[in-house]
């Protein structure tokens, strides 16, 4: 871009050019670069300067103009930090060839570049912008470096110009970066004629900043667009909070909330007329009274058409009850156990049942269950169970799967058996779709999936449309404990329908065992906890404290722990906040240091405030099945490599887990965080051998019974308590209130209310034992 300087008049700049960069993160374009200075209105004496910020490409021998501040950094003294720079380009003939011929334009040369200026003369530039045709009268200059000088002047001059546009609306280099790799040469375009639409597309782009574009652009406040990007932010936001839908009053409401309507120009009426339009186009659904994004609609309305689908399919099983009962008498036997009432149920009615819930807390057999339906299946089918004995994987009758990497493993290491995450199996294409579908759906006769409380409307619909008529369908889940992170509740939808046959499992076995974890949390899930419920036992302990003395209780539990020689990954903090005083992020700072202390043999890298070193224990938060990891998986990092080691001269950090390695650039470092305390939220469908639990009355609206159930019940071996007793029972008292607003259970009764299923729970045969038919 040929700098205006008239434009620029009021802000402080510094025009110069690269000396050498010292440093360069090229995935984030973040780099500090040293400057001899050629000219400045700023304050500043120097003949060198070092500039910091968010660059496209800053190539040696070109005067670029840079805006900023200056700031003075505690070890490198002054520096300017950018907020936009430009190219210069001189208008000089000598300028313009010394530009061309800069390393910038790959293959032009001091005899081509004044060619270019001989037969176009000082406007160049800008006549190669307009027209790149003008290139075919240069003599001599071949098609393909015409094109390319025309491709990277248009790149950098595209990027500087709406880097130069956004920061007039205050828009900083690094947002600038994301907008311009989203839009290209539209960005200008989009904002001016819609600034909402990077809200959506943008991730990080604030519907506020956005709003004040708008204004700024002379938007009115009762503009369209402005409303219904405000109704599909506030349905999108709403999501969080795991809602498939809002009402429309609350919708409305909601909206007017957001748009903030000083002089009462924008009224509910025309909130909702504008939902009737969204209505009208499908950018929304509305039905009987509520909204929903459309994919959350038919996520909940294709969810509950395949459940019928399979319902109405009957399995043909013709094994007579004698049978059965000798089969499963076999099967204790060689398990050496005698099932109870309620699991023998659950496993007689699974067989027989084409989809089947077995619910149940802790200890009370869902696995020993599980074991033994897969095995009666087997026997009744006079198949194997041992995947060895089958051709190829797809021979394979039997599916298990759970929503999460650490779940599936637990499957797999409870049964024996191969078990894969709902993504892997359905084939994630790293996108937005998934290999299985109602086109293309699983092989397989009986599909058994865990910890199915965790499953949201999006994935249940995914995983029922890759179901065939003839499979069995299990789900096995935990009602207590916390609902999917994403929207939706399926497991507590389907039990409170009693549409779907139910096996509930009470009776706790490994309460049998001695345990006081699984007795505590069935005290909670029974409402019948109390402090003198929390007396110290030899797999638990309450540790009484203050927030204030929360730190050094917990730090002193790892140091006593180490003493006693215990390997401290096996012990996991789990909180439900994040900041405050005993919040997860100060737990982490200081675990950090005590369990993998700074060290002139551990590599580092500092992003934020966050150091990684070799050595750290990390959690990833976010579903890359892509990369072969999920949510709440945790590994190690095991190696971190400097831009100039690795062939794609990037800074790379490898993330361990569990033996799979996976690279992360500096761009994905957003996706992890350190786990030497996580959130009760992400730790759902993991177990650990030690939970450290902190529990004190300032989380107060987070003390939840499903959160501290779900917390709890996560301990295998040990489980410790700190803070205030008060606390813990209030929270265990405190019922979530907040409804998730769904409409499955409505969706599934126009569907299945006609379809008669059998509800399990008190049937006669209970009392049958199958020793009578021994
Ligand atoms: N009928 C039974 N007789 C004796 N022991 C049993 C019986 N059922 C389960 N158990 C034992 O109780 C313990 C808990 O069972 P299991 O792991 O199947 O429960 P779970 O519901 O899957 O537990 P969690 O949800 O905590 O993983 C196991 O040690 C198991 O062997």
Redesign the pocket.
């Known amino acids: 871009m040929i700098l205006d300087e008239q434009s620029n008049t009021e802000q402080g700049f510094i025009k110069g050019e690269l000396l050498y960069m010292i440093f360069q993160n090229k995935s984030e374009h973040f780099s500090i670069a040293k400057i001899k200075v050629h000219d400045t209105n700023e304050n500043y004496k120097d003949k060198e300067i070092v500039v910091k910020g968010y660059f496209a490409n800053l190539q040696d021998a070109t005067v670029y103009c840079f805006y900023g501040d200056f700031e003075k950094h505690a070890k490198f003294g002054m520096q300017y930090q950018v907020k936009s720079y430009e190219t210069y380009i001189p208008d000089t003939k000598d300028g313009l060839i010394a530009y061309l011929s800069s390393d910038l334009f790959f293959g032009i040369g001091e005899k081509t570049a004044t060619k270019v200026v001989d037969v176009l003369g000082d406007s160049a530039i800008s006549k190669i912008l307009s027209n790149d045709e003008v290139l075919n009268d240069i003599p001599g200059l071949k098609k393909e470096k015409a094109e390319l000088l025309s491709k990277t002047l248009q790149e950098n001059q595209g990027f500087e110009h709406i880097v130069v546009y956004l920061s007039n609306y205050g828009i900083g280099l690094k947002m600038a970066q994301k907008i311009y790799q989203e839009y290209k040469d539209e960005a200008i375009d989009v904002l001016q004629n819609d600034p909402y639409q990077y809200v959506f597309d943008i991730e990080g782009f604030g519907f506020r900043t956005a709003d004040q574009i708008a204004q700024q652009n002379g938007l009115s406040l009762t503009h369209p667009n402005r409303i219904g990007a405000g109704c599909i932010y506030v349905l999108q936001k709403n999501i969080q909070d795991g809602h498939v839908y809002l009402p429309i009053d609350n919708c409305i409401k909601q909206v007017l909330d957001l748009l903030l309507n000083p002089e009462q120009s924008l009224t509910a009426d025309m909130v909702s007329n504008r939902l009737e339009d969204l209505n009208k186009d499908k950018t929304v659904i509305m039905k009987d009274g509520n909204v929903y994004l459309p994919s959350l609609y038919y996520a909940e309305d294709g969810f509950a058409s395949n459940i019928k689908r399979l319902m109405i399919k009957p399995i043909e099983q013709d094994t007579s009850m004698a049978e059965l009962m000798k089969i499963i008498g076999d099967i204790e036997e060689s398990e050496v ?4 009432k309620e ?1 023998f149920n659950a496993i007689n009615h699974s067989l027989k049942s084409k989809l089947m819930i077995v619910t ?12 033994g339906i897969l095995k009666a299946y087997a026997a009744i089918h006079n198949i194997s169970t041992d995947p060895t004995d089958y051709d190829s994987e797809s021979d394979y009758p039997f599916i298990l799967t759970a929503p999460t990497g650490r779940a599936s493993k ?1 499957l797999t290491e ?1 049964t024996g058996l191969p078990a894969v995450t709902i993504h892997r199996l359905l084939g994630w294409d790293g996108r937005d779709g998934f290999e299985k579908n109602e086109n293309e759906q699983l092989s397989g006769k009986f599909l058994i999936i865990d910890e199915f409380s965790m499953v949201d409307i999006w994935l249940a619909n995914s995983l029922f449309k890759a179901i065939p008529d003839d499979m069995q369908v299990l789900l096995v889940g ?1 009602e207590d404990q916390l609902p999917s992170v994403g929207p939706g509740q399926v497991l507590a939808d389907l039990l409170g329908s009693e549409l779907i046959p139910i096996v509930s ?1 009470n009776e706790v ?2 309460q ?2 001695g345990s006081k974890i ?1 007795q505590l949390a069935h005290l909670i899930k029974h409402d019948t906890c109390t402090e003198d419920s929390l007396i110290n036992d030899k797999d638990f302990s309450f540790i009484p404290c203050t927030e204030h003395q929360m730190i050094d209780v917990i730090t002193k539990v790892f140091h006593k722990a180490r003493d006693k020689g215990v390997e401290l990954r096996d012990i996991q903090v789990l909180a439900p906040m994040y900041r405050s005083q005993a919040g997860i992020t100060i737990i982490n700072q200081q675990l950090q240091t005590l369990v993998n202390p700074k060290s002139s043999t551990k590599r580092e890298v500092k992003t934020n405030d966050v150091v990684y070193r070799t050595g750290d224990k990390v959690l990833q938060l976010v579903n890359k099945p892509e990369n072969g990891v999920f949510n709440g998986d945790i590994g190690e990092v095991v190696a971190i490599f400097e831009e100039d080691e690795n062939v794609d001269h990037v800074e790379q950090l490898v993330i361990d887990f569990e033996g799979k390695e996976v690279v992360y650039e500096r761009k994905d470092y957003v996706n992890i965080m350190h786990a030497y305390c996580i959130s009760i939220h992400k730790s759902q469908g993991s ?1 650990f051998p030690i939970v450290i639990m902190p529990v004190v009355s300032s989380y107060n609206r987070m003390l939840r019974k499903n959160l501290l159930y779900t917390a709890i ?1 996560r301990s295998k071996k040990s489980l410790i308590i700190c803070g205030q007793q008060n606390a813990f029972i209030r929270g265990v008292s405190t019922l979530d209130t907040n409804r998730r607003y769904t409409t499955l259970p409505e969706q599934l009764n126009d569907r299945l209310q006609d379809i008669p299923i059998d509800m399990y729970e008190d049937e006669d045969e209970k009392e049958i034992s199958p020793y009578d038919f021994m």
């Open positions: 156990l005698s099932y109870g699991q149940g807390g802790p200890g009370t057999g869902k696995t020993t269950v599980i074991k637990r409870s935990d499992l076995y490994r049998k065992e699984i177990e019940t």
